[in-house]
């Protein structure tokens, strides 16, 4: 399916994946980026809701685009993305309330995502349905390869596990600071880095 | 003028009415569900607040409201109070199981906490909530620094704040339990 307007759909999964990254490239979401990377099971049951979030509410603007008025549509954004947001919220204190008490404010705290927000005026606002539903699927496995990246980092060094489960030996002393806040910074700042040089790297050889 | 205010804003307006009857749908469905989940969640910590508990209910003394632990025979064996109150981060929540005449601690869990990891967060282990077990009830429990004597409690290097937090908070749901209970006996 062409649009005149803008990117495939197939275009607009892929972007969002690496090219548009919305945690390396675009630098949004930093909030629960940097706060529910500690471990992988919360960082990526915070990647699951987003991506719940972002998937009904691109397809619902999709749906309502040709009613929107401009200076009405960030409202309209808002209010479809708090609906979405409550809904996971309710979700996950009904079927994992373990993992509800850890993410604590962080799952109501997805309706100021600016991932959400942006895609929905980028993408869903403008073009079909299908174009919204791909965008956001590749947006959403580009903000859980993000999150993923930086969890993995700072659960192993943090408390030499992956997922809970035990991967260096005992005998390793577990960097307290990887789990406080600061470690979240550290490893977004070098990651980050990381990314770009080997970005730059590959610009400057001749493909 | 007023019309076109209406023709701008009834998007608004229809999305607004459509979603707020989809989220009340939602907490019919689910409400109870995640009521239940909070109760479970305190209840199942009853037997190991109030040790050979075999069940446990909610109950009301003298306007507070606890939870009953009984034997099989639905004696009562002691008492969980839910108890909360600023800590280091945030607020906390703890419960507190007593004897059935509330003249000792059967034991303390943390129910809910976001006090700094690898520090304040070390009040959830039971080595160190294990102290508050057996202290009695009469006086105050006293935050020491070194080590423990009768009815006191030590520190946590690096968490004097969190450590003091949950003994004041002790304190305070015990003595106003105590006072409770009595006025439920006058």
């Not at chain 2, 109870?32 to 305190?42: E, Q, V």
């Not at chain 2, 600023?86 to 869990?109: C, H, M, N, S, V």
């Not at chain 2, 006090?115 to 057996?134: A, D, H, M, S, Y």
Request: contains cysteine; proline residues 5%.
């Amino acid at each position: 399916m062409n649009n005149a307007n803008g990117p495939t759909g197939l275009e607009r999964f892929i972007n969002g994946i690496l090219p548009e990254n919305p945690t390396y490239r675009q630098v949004l979401g930093m909030c629960p980026t940097l706060a529910v990377t500690a471990g992988m099971a919360p960082a990526m049951t915070m990647a699951g809701a987003v991506m719940f979030v972002l998937i009904c509410a691109n397809i619902m603007i999709s749906i309502i685009r040709p009613l929107l008025k401009p200076h009405l549509r960030i409202l309209v954004f808002t209010l479809t993305i708090a609906a979405f947001v409550t809904l996971a919220d309710r979700f996950l204190a009904a079927y994992m309330y373990e993992m509800s008490k850890q993410l604590g404010p962080y799952v109501p705290l997805i309706i100021v995502n600016c991932i959400i927000i942006c895609r929905c005026e980028v993408c869903a606002s403008k073009q079909s349905v299908r174009a919204a539903a791909a965008d956001a699927l590749g947006q959403s496995f580009g903000f859980a390869l993000g999150l993923a990246s930086i969890a993995t980092v700072r659960e192993i060094l943090g408390s030499g596990c992956w997922f809970g489960l035990r991967v260096l030996p005992d005998a390793w002393p577990g960097w307290v600071v990887m789990i406080l806040p600061p470690g979240a910074f550290l490893t977004l700042g070098l990651l980050m880095g990381a990314v770009n040089w080997i970005a730059q790297a590959r610009k400057a050889s001749p493909a | 003028m007023r019309l076109q205010y209406i023709k701008e804003a009834w998007l608004v307006l229809v999305l607004g009415v459509f979603f707020g009857g989809a989220l009340a749908g939602v907490h019919y469905q689910l409400g109870d569900r995640i009521s239940r989940n909070k109760l479970a969640d305190t209840l199942s910590q009853v037997p190991m607040l109030v040790s050979g508990s075999a069940d446990s209910e909610p109950a009301q003394v003298g306007g507070m409201l606890v939870y009953r632990a009984m034997d099989e025979a639905g004696q009562t064996l002691g008492w969980v109070l839910p108890a909360g109150g600023p800590g280091f981060a945030d607020r906390l929540e703890l419960l507190i199981g007593l004897d059935a005449r509330a003249e000792k601690i059967t034991g303390l869990y943390v129910l809910d906490q976001k006090e700094t990891p690898g520090l304040g967060n070390r009040i959830v282990e039971q080595i160190w909530r294990g102290q508050f077990k057996g202290t009695q009830t009469d006086r105050a429990i006293k935050l020491v620094k070194t080590a423990p004597g009768e009815n006191q409690v030590q520190a946590i290097t690096g968490a004097t704040i969190s450590s003091q937090s949950v003994t004041d908070i002790v304190n305070r749901s015990v003595r106003d339990f105590r006072a409770a209970m009595d006025e439920a006996n006058k």
